[in-house]
């Protein structure tokens, strides 16, 4: 109900004030009132405008330019499912309004949203059921591992370890650890996949489980898959799928038939929503037949009439995770975007990831060096060429470099099992044009190595402020020069 102040009248002991709504009276105390008017800067629509008109022009975004930013899926995502995420009746929904009686027919499609979206996530992993709680990838994760913790306690297993190759994503051990495990590491074989061998040597009794980023960093996929979930089960452990890199196997390969227990997505990467700026994300987490019991409550289930429910009656539930339901706006751009592409396009999306990284891959290995020599899931990873290093250009120049010639650079220095690495995911929205623009730029760099070293190291000569001292950046962030009032009409 809204707050209607109609009318305000200076009283001996304050101000009385009619809601209009209700037409009650509210007394606010003298010494709550202020008594001067309060200082908000008046401004002009046009002010208004131009001010964040600027501000917005002062950001890089996939909008305004091609981010190869490996392991992130900074790719393209279609208007439409923001549309649709903005229209009223889902945007304007109170979390609190009931189910069914007197609210009940605002909530039924927001709760069809959450159903069904479980059972399109069930058809595209292989999984039993899904939670749309985690509010990102790495929360994800920690949700998995809490339910991976709640299987052995039921089965009275002890475990202590979870294993994780060194190729996995950054915050695969940090998620692991906050569940109260030991982290083993597993090293990578030269062609930077799991060493199975590796594998057999730290496997015992105490390993709860096994956490698999694939295709992993490198922008490889897994071929020992299967033996790796059968080893780990032969100890009662679980296999965990990372499945932030979704992208590269959707529509083709899903994790269920793999051998593994759970599973978690990045919505924001692969399904319409963008991914970094620290926005919100979801990270629905799907788990085989014998796990469904501890997926946190609530869970949305269809009764018999057709309608929808929350059902939170789950004993075994590892409880709530996240407030609410989720991000719900995220969990149904995805929604949008799985029923607009559809199976044929799911598959598409696949296709497009590995050709336009493979593309770059083949393009760019004859002036920086592969890390790996074989064809590569959505992303590749390189190195400045040897010639490079020796006119002391490295890949933090070059990622300056590529700032001057309009692109985000790459993820650089990750990951750690590659010395001085330059990775670079194109994503499946990029044109032909785009990513034969973005070579040339690669090129011209390691061209202007070998000609005007110097230039590189002073790179980006083009923004407001050329090479910053990254460490006294972060720690006396001084954004003086992006003052949003400069950018206002001087009184
Ligand atoms: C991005 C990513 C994550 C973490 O996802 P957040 O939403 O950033 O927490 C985890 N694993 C992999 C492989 C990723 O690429």
Redesign the pocket.
């Known amino acids: 109900m809204k707050l209607i102040f109609e009318k305000s009248m200076p009283g001996r002991r304050g101000v009385q004030t009619t809601r209009s709504d209700v037409g009650e009276t509210i007394n606010i105390k003298k010494e709550f009132l202020r008594d001067k008017p309060a200082e908000i800067t008046e401004l002009s629509e046009l002010d208004v405008v131009r001010h964040f008109t600027q501000l917005s022009r002062l950001n890089f975004g996939v909008d305004t330019s091609f981010y190869p930013l490996g392991?992130?899926?900074m790719k393209y995502n279609p208007k439409v499912a923001e549309r649709i995420a903005s229209y009223p009746g889902f945007a304007h929904l109170h979390p609190l309004l009931p189910q069914l009686r007197g609210g009940g027919m605002l909530t039924q499609g927001a709760l069809a949203v959450l159903y069904e979206m479980d059972l399109l996530l069930r058809e595209i992993t292989g999984m039993a059921g899904f939670t749309m709680q985690p509010l990102?990838?790495?929360?994800?994760?920690l949700t998995g591992i809490m339910i991976m913790a709640a299987y052995h306690r039921d089965k009275g297993n002890k475990k202590t370890t979870v294993l994780i190759p060194d190729s996995?994503?950054?915050?695969?051990p940090a998620s692991a650890a906050i569940a109260g495990y030991k982290v083993a590491t597993v090293a990578s074989t030269d062609k930077g996949v799991m060493d199975v061998n590796a594998l057999k040597t730290v496997l015992n009794d105490e390993v709860a489980g096994l956490m698999l980023?694939c295709p992993n960093?490198l922008g490889l996929f897994d071929p020992n898959i299967k033996e790796i979930c059968d080893l780990i089960h032969s100890v009662d452990g679980l296999a965990y799928y990372?499945?932030?890199?979704l992208n590269a196997i959707t529509g083709k390969a899903r994790p269920g038939d793999f051998g593994f227990d759970i599973v978690?997505i990045?919505l924001?990467?692969t399904f319409a929503t963008p991914?970094g700026g620290g926005g919100p994300?979801a990270?629905p987490v799907g788990v085989m037949g014998k796990l469904v019991d501890y997926l946190p409550v609530s869970i949305v289930v269809k009764r018999d009439d057709g309608t929808y429910a929350l059902e939170y009656d789950r004993p075994k539930s590892i409880g709530y995770i996240a407030p609410f339901y989720g991000n719900f706006a995220v969990i149904l751009r995805a929604y949008v975007y799985i029923l607009m592409l559809g199976r044929e396009g799911l598959l598409r999306v696949a296709e497009n990831a590995v050709l336009n990284a493979n593309y770059i891959r083949v393009k760019l290995r004859e002036c920086f060096e592969s890390a790996v020599d074989t064809p590569c899931m959505h992303e590749c990873v390189f190195s400045p060429s040897k010639k490079m290093l020796e006119t002391d250009v490295h890949a933090i120049d070059v990622a300056k470099a590529l700032i001057d010639r309009g692109f985000h650079p790459p993820t650089v220095y990750f990951p750690t099992t590659v010395k001085e690495a330059i990775m670079i995911e194109p994503t499946e929205t990029e044109s032909k044009e785009t990513l034969d623009a973005f070579i040339e730029a690669m090129k011209d760099i390691a061209d202007t190595a070998q000609s005007e070293p110097e230039k590189l190291k002073n790179a980006p000569l083009s923004t407001p402020v050329c090479r910053p001292d990254e460490t006294a950046a972060a720690k006396n962030l001084d954004l003086a020069y992006l003052n949003p009032a400069r950018l206002l009409r001087e009184e």
């Open positions: 392991s992130c899926t990102a990838g790495a929360h994800g994760e996995a994503h950054g915050t695969n980023t960093t990372d499945g932030a890199n978690h990045n924001h990467k991914h994300g990270g």
